[in-house]
């Protein structure tokens, strides 16, 4: 829906809580509507590369957005939080490193901790933050505990003082500021009050369609999307190492299977990624587990994707024992600087903490290499330099700058190509993206 605000309508302000690859361009956007716009962010040099109107993350067209309205004074940012009318939540919802991949919701509760301080009434609390089915309804039991003053949607009789609602972004990284406004929103409410009154604040920014439901509907969408996502790009995955067992081309055999009218197999890689996809899966999974073995199989096939994926390139390695060996990304896709959950980094420091000063890593989207690159021994290098100096090529992110490479320049080269971005490239056997140069 468009925004369509009536003549002498009131804007509310509006604070937004994290200012990193969603919260940000959010804050933007709404900015750009003409609310004033508080973005709070834990981080000090996060507050003031905004403040001076630039940014800190890598997102198209976000730069001159920022600076435009900051300059008109439309968003400030800052690491103490203020009083407002629409409270939006954008902060991280990992996951725990254990055996039952547990949600890790303390960001969240930390942050409606801090908005329950400056609540009033009629005030709209939004979240944002992928989350397990509930997460919405534990926030408000921890607000109402901290502000029995004010009456809560569900915890009170008649009318409540504040609205509380879930709703989930759905963007792809590099179009993040079209598709905030261009896609389609779910937005669950507490109570239909509750999402009516959050349905009046996106129509201010959204284009796309917002359809109202409950809140732990909105939730379970959200998770179930990615889930859709990550079973299908676990077929692909499973499918390019059983061509690799076979022999077999899994490019050519995609490509091929795809000409069926009703076939549409996604392209394998290295792995998944971002925090997405590879996370929240899992929320579904730790909120039913003994009902979602085809949701659980398919985080096994892509994360043990990676580790076929070292294996492959670990032996090639030690084929070529002279050989330097360049690892061609870091990102968990194309043309970000976005490294959460990468199987690209993944891979990359495995073959760094095996290989050493052998591995160079070319990464155009990041200025130091990640932490765990650390007392490996190994460099990172342009993509110019490694092109003149490194015999083996580990293609694992397939940014622009890479698949512009020519035959040319690499045509004497090994290749092990995850992405498949270099059909022509020549070899002998061709195996589930392996291609040996004769």
């Avoid at 795809?258 to 290295?270: D, E, K, Y």
């Avoid at 155009?364 to 690159?373: G, H, K, N, Q, V």
């Amino acid at each position: 829906m468009s925004a369509n605000p009536k003549p002498g309508d009131v804007k509310p302000d509006v604070c937004v809580v994290g200012l990193g690859y969603i919260g940000l361009p959010t804050a933007a956007i709404i900015a750009r509507a003409g609310c004033k716009v508080l973005g709070l962010d834990v981080s000090q040099n996060v507050v003031d590369t905004i403040n001076r109107g630039e940014i800190h993350i890598e997102e198209a067209d976000l730069d001159g957005l920022v600076h435009a309205v900051v300059q008109r004074g439309l968003l400030r940012a800052a690491t103490q939080i203020a009083p407002a009318d629409v409270f939006v939540i954008a902060v991280p919802t990992p996951f725990e490193k254990d055996d039952h991949h547990t949600p890790d919701v303390t960001y969240v509760m930390a942050a409606a901790t801090e908005v329950a301080a400056v609540l009033k009434a009629g005030d709209t609390v939004i979240l944002e933050s992928t989350s397990p089915v509930g997460t919405t309804e534990r926030m408000r039991d921890l607000m109402a505990g901290l502000r029995p003053d004010l009456k809560f949607p569900g915890k009170c009789i008649g009318t409540p003082d504040v609205s509380i609602a879930y709703c989930p972004e759905r963007v792809l990284p590099g179009r993040i500021l079209e598709e905030l406004a261009g896609n389609d929103r779910s937005i669950g409410g507490i109570t239909p009050r509750c999402a009516r009154k959050a349905l009046g604040f996106y129509k201010r920014f959204v284009r796309g369609t917002c359809v109202t439901t409950d809140a732990r509907s909105a939730e379970m969408t959200k998770l179930v999307e990615n889930a859709y996502r990550d079973v299908n790009i676990a077929f692909a995955n499973e499918l390019s190492m059983v061509a690799d067992k076979m022999g077999l081309d899994v490019w050519e055999v995609i490509r091929l299977a795809n000409r069926h009218p009703r076939v549409n197999i996604l392209t394998p890689g290295p792995g998944v990624g971002g925090h997405c996809i590879a996370v929240d899966p899992w929320f579904i999974v730790h909120g039913a587990p003994d009902d979602t073995p085809l949701i659980r199989t398919a985080r096994d096939v892509n994360d043990g994707k990676m580790h076929h994926v070292i294996a492959r390139a670990t032996e090639l390695v030690e084929a070529h024992p002279h050989e330097k060996v360049a690892c061609l990304g870091l990102a968990f896709k194309a043309n970000i600087d976005d490294f959460r959950e990468s199987p690209a980094r993944f891979v990359a420091a495995r073959l760094a903490r095996r290989f050493g000063d052998r591995v160079h890593i070319v990464e155009p989207y990041a200025a130091d290499l990640p932490i765990e690159f650390t007392d490996t021994g190994a460099s990172a290098i342009d993509l110019d330099t490694a092109l003149e100096e490194c015999g083996v090529l580990i293609v694992l992110v397939d940014h622009d700058v890479f698949r512009s490479v020519p035959l040319a320049e690499r045509a004497n080269k090994v290749v092990y190509d995850t992405r498949g971005i270099w059909p022509d490239q020549p070899g002998g056997p061709v195996a589930a993206g392996l291609r040996l140069a004769s």
